[in-house]
């Protein structure tokens, strides 16, 4: 575009006169501002007093850079939170926008007239980054206004939505789900112990964990119910739906379906996710790490104790635990499961006290490891759970953890596809099954603990 081109767009879009704009222009050119810098500092010249507005922005092209903006859009949701800000409690807004070129998150701090469907143009708008997006925060400086004439766009109205598409930063979200598990808890929140519930929402697209800060009585083990205007935050690696207290909650009518088994995946495909509160995985034990089978927490925070210190509360009186921390690897990658006391006794064969006697006995506790070592390096296993993944490498705590030699419907599945196989390529079932057990030659396992 020449300069006479944007000294006219500028001039039209600000309202002033176009030889005026075009020799500001040409001075900040001649000092080598950048064409868009020099148009957004004109913008603001005329913007201010200069008469007219700054012209509005289409949503995609605003970027983080941006300080203020002017756009028109359709709101596609609004979702209402409270939060604690310099000490006091505010109710925010928050949701999404949307035009031709795309959508954009907002957060209002002041109580505007924001209905999901509705057409508005916001003048002045701060522009924040917030998760690596640009983000609008409507402020004490900007002004919102319904559009008459509404915006045709290609988003849907509204946050109707399933659990597996949620992701963290998501507001305003409306589901319909089953609440799978639900307990009470008492917190320690900001105004002093308060009642909250959590547990696990499931319904066709797969299952998340939830809390609700203000327990709604619709939200009972079993119960089918309709939400509106909840937020997702990450907890622990996973997406977790919030209710608050501006959220509905409606009991539904119907049975929202559920599917129970998790989605199955590769080692490769699980980790590359980042996080996942429900997966299943099968592969081969490589390796029990340090860290298994008889430990001692510390009972104040739960950590393991190494030779009696805690790395939070120094020297403590640990408290006896199972767990096995195993290296699962199906030829994709490898994974780092978790079995928490229950499972490690199954694993086992026993409970703690059967694990204390057998480290009196040998007097020395390493031997419950070895024991467990024994039972299942070399094995394959189907591990179910949730997935964890940080710099430390990718976690699995198992819900789960089930030798797929032992589980017949299992042997029967694997000896379906061994026949398949072993049909196509003209050998016996018995090749394929010894080809299978072989594998592939197995990595290094890592070591090393927390
Ligand atoms: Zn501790």
């Known amino acids: 575009m020449a300069l006479d081109d944007h000294a006219e767009e500028l001039a039209s879009a600000l309202g002033v006169d176009k030889e005026e704009v075009k020799g500001d222009l040409e001075k900040l050119v001649e000092y080598s501002v950048p064409i868009d810098e020099a148009k957004d500092s004109l913008r603001r010249k005329y913007g201010d007093g200069g008469g007219g507005e700054p012209s509005a922005r289409e949503l995609a092209e605003i970027s983080t850079a941006d300080s203020a903006v002017t756009v028109r859009g359709v709101v596609l949701t609004v979702g209402k939170r409270s939060i604690r800000y310099q000490g006091d409690d505010l ?39 917030w998760e690596g997006n640009p983000e609008l925060n409507l402020g004490s400086e900007t002004t919102v206004g319904i559009d008459d004439e509404p915006l ?39 105004d002093g112990e308060t009642e909250i519930l959590s547990g696990v929402f499931a319904d066709e697209t797969g299952r998340l964990p939830f809390t609700d800060w203000d327990p709604h009585g619709e939200i009972e083990e079993g119960a ?21 207290e501006f959220s509905t909650v409606n009991a539904l009518d119907r049975a929202v379906e559920t599917d129970d088994g998790a ?66 690897d199906d030829g994709t990658d490898s994974l780092t499961a978790v079995l928490g006391t229950d499972l490690t006794s199954e694993v086992y064969g026993g409970g703690i006290e059967a694990a204390r006697e057998a480290a009196r006995d040998a007097m020395d506790q390493e031997v419950v490891a070895d024991d467990i070592r024994e039972t299942i390096v070399g094995r394959e296993f189907r591990v179910r759970g949730t997935l964890s993944v940080d710099d430390y490498g990718a976690n699995l705590e198992a819900t789960e953890f089930a030798a797929v030699d032992d589980d017949p419907t299992e042997r029967a599945r694997g000896l379906l596809d061994a026949a398949d196989g072993a049909a196509a390529d003209g050998g016996t079932i018995d090749d394929v099954s010894s080809d299978e057990a072989a594998g592939d030659g197995a990595g290094e396992p890592q070591r090393g603990d927390e």
Not at 160 to 188: F, N
Not at 280 to 296: C, F, K, M, P
């Open 91 to 129: 109710v925010i807004r928050e949701g999404e926008l949307a035009d031709e070129s795309g959508t954009i998150a907002y957060t209002a701090w002041e109580a505007f007239d924001l209905s999901p469907g509705d057409t508005v143009e916001i003048v002045g708008a701060g522009v924040r980054e």
């Open 152 to 190: 045709d766009v290609a988003y849907e109205v509204g946050g109707d939505t399933h659990l597996s598409a949620l992701a963290p930063g998501d507001r305003g979200v409306a589901l319909d789900v089953q609440v799978a598990e639900v307990e009470q808890k008492t917190i320690d929140g900001r």
């Open 224 to 244: 089918s119910v309709g939400i509106e205007n909840a937020y997702v935050r990450e907890f622990r690696g996973v997406p977790s739906v919030n209710v608050s």
């Open 263 to 328: 989605p199955r995946m590769s080692v490769r495909e699980a980790v590359a996710t980042e996080g996942l509160f429900d997966v299943e995985v099968t592969g081969n034990v490589l390796a029990v790490r340090d860290g298994s089978g008889l430990i001692q927490r510390c009972p104040e925070c739960g950590r393991v104790v190494q030779k009696g210190q805690c790395r939070s509360h120094g020297d403590v009186d640990g408290e006896d635990d199972l767990r096995v921390k195993a290296i699962v």
